[in-house]
């Protein structure tokens, strides 16, 4: 086997780490939407899309540190998430007609504010850090490393907060059963509230890092968009363990499959891999069982 | 004449098992009352003879077929009726539009007729009409047909469940919980439709914790965790010290 | 709250209605207006206008860049009517811009060809970008509208032999690849084998077969098959390794906008490969610089949009610069690429005196040159496009090492 | 129709004729559309209009079974590009491809629905999701017969005129009969049998109703109309490209019925319409329009959730209520 190929596998691998991370990344808030308010937020892309677009005005345009771009990025977004719950979610709860299209309605509005308000230029983050470091043959730039660490770091945390704080508890509990929740008097809203801003912010979060990876602009939410759903349902609705496991699936199936085949087939090829995945297994990967 | 037999049914939900290893005969025309306390598995035994869960282990028997595993609409078909404990009925019909959509077997129309609105359908039809509100007399809601089902007291939602179960004309009927919550006449009410309906000739089973029901069957079986204690006429049980140490032991009248 | 609520309602339907009947009473109206300034040609007036029709995908994925460049072609035609509009048979008139959204979809482009056509009434189209020629070619040969294309990509029903009403008024995919070909072999000697990258959106059967034979005619040999990338990826980095996988000298980025190919250079560097590194489209080299680094950007070669480090610019030129950074706060032109076709029509009018398409088509195809924002511009295209109706002019040809762009030279890039 | 009869009390039976007389002023409004307008571009509004009713009701049938058809808009595509494809590359007359893009659709969406109709209704909702995106990713990506992102130009046309009149009145029977088609349907014994599956599956199976082969015909059904509407499109719109029947278009599609309402036949009619004509209204203001759409999405979605269709329900009620008002007071 010669080097070139030697070093194109290496690569691949990394490739796949650092992407399976930025998917779990979204996937999670993602999950956590479903679970504790049994919405599909069709939204999230586009919230991952402003959260990019706060960090990438704040740090080039106003020009302050984009570390700290990146702690209002998700600041902000936290926030947006308090006010999505109240006033898009909550009244729409168990519609889920209704729910796809004030979702339809936000992304309407926000992608295209902002390709309304941006002026045609190439527009990115300044990058976070800079500069290569040499692993045996293989380089890589810290900066795909940084959005590695990252990811892993905040999935690390959001593990821990879910299963050692109480909130965290309290979500679970309402994830599985909301009127038992009700009962034990957790206050529902407040939990589905925390869920949306820990969504919303986990978005920032991957919107900044990649903002200054690749460009921003108004559609770089539309593919991960689809991604995440991907995760979603690969892993089983709703399940944690199955979002990290098709987080990773895809990751690898996104570094791997362009090297085999080109451009868009790449996305066909998972698309069918993953329905005949579910053909078989319809509640997905992790899925619990589901009853007729 | 033996109408149903079940032999050994077992359900495990993960570790526990929900059923176990139950053996029973049903002869026709019998009131049979299957009692024990709460979570002693009842429910999951009607949906298993029903269908609408798979039988870990074990075999159902229906008029000398073997009916394991088959799909609930088959096995209504067969002539077995069932109630719900919970969502007895469709919310957004009105009463008389849910017993009209509960007769799906006999008469029978076909794909073709009904798109073509043939006279054989609008014969069917009508027909169905008068059979429902029949049936609608004999539980006693014929007053409040064509009111939403939603909008309707929990009583009355419960003798919709056992109308609808009998627009599929069984020869077997599972009532489960059929009293569960009701206020006192609304039980003597019901328990007046039920015995008209065995009258009529029907078979039923009828699942309760509540003790009261016992009075209009003719043989009882209590189960707790899943399993047969004890099996015998209503009399019996009630002095049955087992029974009485079940239910003590797990005081049924916390629910509600 | 129920009554306030209710109260909301019934204004709300008597608004919907309203709107609906009005819907139906607009669409009646803009045509009798549209007809209305048809007429206004013919009828004695002090100040009279000429409408043409611009197509651009104003929203969708299309939607920031051709808002500039409608931008720029308003910036185009204003310059002309404050040079006091143009004179045809005596008569001065004003030209105005009338606008219709493709929406960036081939069917929203079909819809808004039709709009101008029927609704709007014009007898000249400008635009639009990129492959969505193709739904507009065909209609303008059927209705005899002027056609005269913004960019081409080579795809099916763009720009053929079947299409005489069609011209490409601005520099192509295949003028960039053109200039930078020659530029490539004329000061790279050692450089043997190439990789060739390009958006995978269908147009590689095309435009990839033709650049490829281009390629071997030139005689170099091109390392494995085209790599397609998707447009849209997360991470580019897998089409980079592919590309340093092939082993070849250079990798040309043979089309495609400045996040893909950015990405991949940079990429390409990140993996510790140093080859050169091609790049042909319009986008101008510090956008390259910015989307990989400065540290990523050496030894590239790009041929970009024509008013780069332009020695002597015509003084539209300066003028369209001077106001469109005013318009945009110091923001950089972008392509020009529905300002010059409105500069060469003025041109056409000019000449021939009249609005009369079918004249003004005739005069267009009889040119061998016209006058563009970028400099004299050269019209060929028999042996690409099968019809002698694309306009090139000559290209500049910068180079990128450590983050400092060069101006080398201009290519004529004139294509065959 | 027994669950007909049961209504026919006065009350809706004067429900039921003012039902039909809207129908027949509607009807007759669309018949006179090419008078009125003398542009053939209003037309073609008309026409995509037309197209989109059917695609919307067809949708809305899916819906009452519970089943959310994430992939509609994808299907419209399959029978676009099957009718165009065929018709485009073999030579087929465009009235058989319509024929065949029907069912072929209904084909693909049967195969589709089978695994799924004995699960919960939201896995449908997932997995037609994925196929819808997987069947566009795959029409891009073999460029070859399908032109990939560009798409298929100079398709055959039905009529062979510049005129659009006689598309106009083709589709408009067209869409009649659909539309009766899938009202029959519903208010036959087989829309019922999918709405009690949509209000609970557990009891529409504990009486004999058969839940997957109601929901699998549903969907069937369903599809098979909306493979009519894309073939429809193709042949009228000779160019049809993957971009136009993207997630967006299905997500539009659930748009229309519900801004229309969901629970009501007229629901997705009136929804495309307004939808569909409002636009045409305020587009000129270029790259804005769509605010304007998402804010009538909003006002619509924050003041009557079920659809304009419960409008004038709405105002009845609220001015008997006030009338009561009146007489205690």
């Known amino acids: ?175 599985q059963d909301k009127e038992g929740a009700i009962l034990q008097g957790i206050n529902v809203n407040y939990i589905s509230a925390l869920a949306c801003v820990i969504a919303c912010a986990l978005a920032a979060v991957a919107g900044s890092l990649m903002g200054s990876y690749l460009t921003v602009n108004p559609y770089m939410g539309d593919d991960i968009m689809i991604k995440v759903l991907e995760i979603l349902v690969l892993g089983g609705i709703g399940s944690i363990n199955g979002v990290f496991f098709a987080g990773l699936i895809v990751g690898v199936m996104d570094a791997f499959l362009p090297i085999v085949v080109s451009g868009t087939q790449t996305q066909a090829i998972m698309m069918f891999a993953i329905v005949i995945i579910l053909l078989f297994k319809p509640q997905g990967l992790f899925g619990k069982e589901v009853r007729t | 004449m033996i109408i149903l037999e079940v032999t050994g049914l077992t359900k495990n939900f993960g570790g526990l098992a929900a059923v176990s290893n139950i053996d029973m005969k049903v002869n026709g025309g019998e009131v049979l009352g299957l009692i024990g306390p709460n979570g002693a598995g009842k429910t999951t035994f009607f949906n298993l003879i029903t269908g609408v869960i798979r039988p870990t282990k074990g075999q159902v028997v229906y008029k000398g077929k073997d009916i394991t595993g088959k799909k609930p609409h088959e096995i209504a078909e067969m002539g077995i009726g069932r109630t719900f404990q919970l969502n007895p ?75 609808r179960a009998l627009a599929i004309k069984p020869e077997l009927l599972l009532l489960d919980e059929p009293i569960a919550g009701m206020n006192p006449d609304e039980i003597d009410n019901t328990i007046e439709a039920i015995k008209r309906t065995s009258h009529l000739g029907v078979t039923i089973i009828l699942v309760e914790h509540n003790m009261k029901i016992l009075e209009i069957c003719n043989r009882v079986i209590v189960i707790n965790f899943g399993q047969k204690i004890v099996e015998g006429l209503p009399q019996e049980i009630k002095e049955n010290p087992e029974v009485i140490r079940a239910y003590l032991g797990s005081g049924h009248d916390t629910k509600h | 709250m129920k009554r306030t609520g209710s109260t909301l309602l019934v204004t709300s339907i008597i608004m919907t209605a309203i709107l609906v009947l009005s819907s139906l009473a607009g669409c009646a109206k803009t045509t009798s207006t549209k007809t209305s300034t048809t007429t206004t040609t013919t009828t004695a007036q002090p ?54 959204n493709g929406q960036s979809t081939l069917d929203g482009t079909t819809a808004a060809a039709n709009k101008l056509i029927f609704s709007d009434n014009v007898k000249i189209i400008i635009g639009p970008d990129a492959y969505f020629n193709s739904a507009v070619s065909g209609l ?93 990826a997360t991470d580019f980095s897998p089409y980079s390794a592919k590309i340093i996988a092939t082993g070849a000298d250079a990798c040309i980025a043979c089309s495609g906008v400045v996040t893909p190919n950015g990405n991949i250079l940079k990429n390409i560097r990140d993996a510790g490969s140093n080859m050169l590194f091609v790049i042909c489209n319009s986008v ?33 030129l300066q003028e369209m610069i001077r106001r469109y950074q005013l318009s945009t706060q110091g923001a950089d032109l972008v392509t020009l690429e529905y300002a010059n076709p409105v500069y060469e029509l003025v041109q056409l009018f000019k000449q021939t005196n009249s609005f009369d398409p079918q004249t003004l088509k005739t005069a267009f195809a009889g040119l061998t040159s016209i006058d563009t924002f970028y400099g004299t511009g050269t019209i060929s295209g028999i042996k690409t496009f099968g019809i002698n109706q694309a306009v090139s002019y000559p290209l500049p040809i910068t180079t990128i090492d450590n983050g400092v762009a060069t101006f080398r030279q201009y290519e004529p890039a004139i294509v065959p | 129709m027994g669950l007909m009869i049961t209504v ?240 967006a278009a299905t997500l539009w599609l659930i748009i229309y019925v519900t801004i229309g309402g969901m629970g009501n036949f007229a629901g997705p009619i009136i929804g495309t319409l307004v939808l569909f004509l409002l636009p045409q209204y305020y587009s000129g203001l270029k790259q804005y329009t769509p605010f304007i759409s998402a804010a009538i999405l909003f006002a ?17 009620s609220f001015y008997k209520k006030r009338k009561k008002g009146r007489s205690k007071s």
């Not at chain 1, 892309?45 to 960090?55: F, K």
């Not at chain 1, 926000?110 to 976070?128: E, G």
């Not at chain 3, 000697?189 to 435009?207: C, E, H, Q, R």
Request: contains cysteine; charged residues 10%.
């Open chain 4, 300 to 316: 619509v979605l924050y003041t009557f959730r079920d659809g304009l269709v419960s409008v004038p329900g709405l105002v009845v």
């Open chain 1, 1 to 175: 086997m010669s080097q070139a190929t030697i070093i194109l596998l290496v690569a691949s691998c990394l490739n796949a780490l650092i992407l399976s991370s930025m998917y779990i990344l979204l996937g999670l808030g993602f999950t956590f939407l479903f679970n504790i308010m049994g919405i599909l937020n069709f939204a999230h892309g586009v919230i991952y899309m402003i959260g990019a677009y706060i960090c990438f005005i704040l740090a080039s345009t106003v020009g302050i540190n984009p570390w700290l771009a990146m702690l209002v990025s998700i600041i902000a977004m936290g926030l947006f998430g308090i006010l999505l719950e109240r006033f898009v979610f909550r009244p729409f709860l168990g519609n889920i007609n209704l729910i796809i299209v004030v979702c339809i309605g936000i992304i309407t509005v926000l992608k295209n504010a902002v390709s309304v308000s941006q002026t045609y230029t190439v527009q990115m983050t300044p990058p976070f850090v800079q500069g290569v470091f040499k692993v045996g043959i293989v380089s890589l730039s810290w900066e795909r490393l940084l959005i590695f660490l990252i990811g892993v770091g905040l999935l690390i945390l959001v593990l821990l907060f879910i299963n050692k704080t109480k909130q965290g508890l309290q979500m679970r509990a309402v994830a």
């Open chain 3, 284 to 316: 101008i080299p510090k956008n390259y610089i910015q989307v990989a680094g400065a540290k990523e950007a050496t030894n590239v070669v790009d041929c970009s949009a024509g008013y780069i480090g332009n020695p002597n610019p015509s003084s539209m």
């Open chain 4, 8 to 247: 026919r009390d006065t009350a809706s039976r004067r429900k039921n004729y003012i039902q039909i007389i809207i129908c027949g002023i509607l009807i007759c409004f669309l018949a006179i559309v090419p008078l009125l307008t003398n542009s053939p571009y209003n037309l073609h509004i008309f026409i995509l209009t037309l197209i989109y009713i059917i695609a919307a009701a067809s949708m809305r049938f899916i819906m009452t079974s519970g089943q959310i058809p994430l992939a509609h808009g994808a299907f419209l595509g399959l029978g676009a590009y099957v009718s165009g494809i065929l018709s485009k590359h073999f030579g087929i007359s465009s009235w058989l491809t319509l024929l065949v893009a029907a069912l072929v659709a209904m084909g693909v969406g049967t195969f589709i629905s089978f695994p799924f109709a004995r699960l919960k209704a939201f896995y449908y909702s997932m997995i037609s999701l994925f196929f819808g995106v997987g069947m566009l990713q795959t029409i891009e990506s073999f460029g070859k017969l399908t032109g990939g992102i560009t798409g298929i130009t100079g398709i055959p046309t039905l009529f062979h005129t510049a005129s659009k009149v006689p598309f106009y009145y083709c589709f408009l029977a067209l869409m009649l009969i659909s539309l009766f088609i899938l009202y029959r349907l519903e208010v036959s014994r087989i829309g019922w049998n999918l709405k009690a599956i949509e209000q609970s599956y557990l009891v529409a199976g504990s009486v004999g109703i058969s839940v997957v082969q109601h929901r699998v015909l549903a969907v069937a059904i369903g599809c098979f109309f909306a493979g009519l509407a894309g073939g429809m499109y193709a042949t009228y719109n000779v160019t049809i490209s993957p971009s136009s029947f993207d997630m």
């Open chain 2, 89 to 163: 009925l469709f919310p957004n019909f009105t009463i008389l539009q849910n017993v009209l959509s509960s007769f799906q077997l006999r008469p029978r129309s076909t794909l073709l007729g009904t798109f073509f609105n043939t006279r054989v359908y609008r014969n069917n039809e009508a027909y169905i009409l008068e059979q429902s509100l029949e049936i609608l007399k004999l539980v006693g809601l014929d007053k409040v047909k064509d009111e939403m089902a939603q909008n309707q007291p929990h009583g009355y939602q419960k003798m919709l469940g056992v109308a």
């Open chain 3, 140 to 232: 303008c040969e059927q209705n005899k509208i002027l056609h005269i294309a913004g960019y081409c990509t080579m795809q099916p029903d763009e720009l053929d032999a079947s299409t005489t009403w069609t011209f490409l008024g601005q520099a192509a995919a295949i003028n960039y690849f053109t200039g930078a070909l020659a530029y490539l072999k004329a000061n790279y000697p050692n450089v043997k084998t190439v990789a060739l990258t390009m958006p995978d959106d269908g147009s590689i059967p095309f435009f990839g077969a033709a650049v490829q034979k281009m390629v071997q005619d030139a005689g170099y040999t091109v390392a494995g098959n085209i790599i397609g990338y998707n447009n849209s």
């Open chain 3, 47 to 100: 100040l009279k206008t000429y409408t043409i029709g611009l197509l651009a995908e104003l929203t969708g994925f299309l939607g920031a860049y051709n808002t500039a460049t409608v931008n720029e072609a308003q910036i185009a035609v204003d310059i002309v009517n404050e040079q006091g509009g143009i004179v045809v048979g005596g008569q001065n008139y004003l030209l105005k811009l009338v606008v219709e």
